[in-house]
């Protein structure tokens, strides 16, 4: 069975660009979770997905959005992009909302 | 909101030697759970603690769970090189089940 798969792996943009990245969690998983971790920090939250609805969203501005499609894979995106949006950028999938999460590679974004 | 602390932030420590990273959340939870994250990799998934006062162990690694579900510990004994990594904890709260993580502790071993 495939783990979670991020997409793309690195990034680079400029500020003020736009930029859309990509999860597909394990097969069965209906929960799919956002997280930020800058270096040297946490993974920040950033959203909750489960069963294709929004189920939390974390303290970041409206330039970030994102959302779940029927086949439980999301999208996260974040316009007008700002130096400090560089960052790792983690998917986690779970089973349930009350269950372990699963972390994909993550996507290391860079705005230059 | 809901805040996970973790103390240390780092942890050098002596192959051989013991130590504790100690996990504390604002809120109460539904559970907590642990990860770690290699240099470079992603967080994986460690354990999961539940119940009031539960301890678990993976071999050189115990886990305990707070009385009142509030804090959380990780004690590691007689470290080792593959011991490497930053450690985190992270809180669940059940109203809405977000998972919050704590800062980490960076753990690096002198052989």
């Known amino acids: 069975d495939a783990g979670v798969t991020q997409s793309p792996t690195h990034l680079i943009k400029t500020r003020g660009q736009h930029v859309t990245l990509r999860c597909s969690p394990i097969?069965?998983?209906?929960?799919v979770s956002w997280y930020q971790q800058v270096l040297g920090q946490g993974p920040q939250f950033i959203f909750q997905?489960?069963?294709?609805?929004?189920?939390g969203r974390g303290n970041f501005p409206d330039r970030f959005s994102a959302r779940q499609f029927p086949n439980y894979s999301s999208e996260l995106n974040v316009n007008a992009l700002l130096l400090g949006d560089s960052a790792l950028y983690l998917c986690?999938?779970?089973?349930?909302?009350?269950?372990?999460?699963?972390f994909g590679q993550g996507t290391r974004l860079t705005v230059v | 909101g809901q805040q996970v602390m973790q103390i240390p932030q780092y942890q050098h420590v002596q192959e051989g030697e013991d130590f504790t990273t100690y996990c504390n959340s604002s809120?109460?939870?539904?559970?907590i759970q642990w990860y770690k994250q290699r240099p470079g990799g992603h967080p994986v998934f460690l354990i999961q603690l539940v119940k009031s006062g539960e301890v678990k162990k993976q071999k050189r690694l115990t886990f305990q769970f707070g009385e009142a579900k509030k804090n959380s510990s990780l004690h590691i004994t007689a470290t080792q090189t593959t011991d490497v990594g930053t450690y985190f904890c992270a809180g669940l709260r059940s109203n809405d089940y977000k998972l919050s993580f704590g800062a980490g502790t960076t753990v690096t071993v002198r052989a």
């Open positions: 997905y489960y069963e294709k609805e929004e189920r």
């Open positions: 097969s069965g998983h209906k929960s």
């Open positions: 809120t109460t939870l539904s559970n």
């Open positions: 986690a999938s779970r089973s349930d909302l009350n269950t372990e999460a699963f």
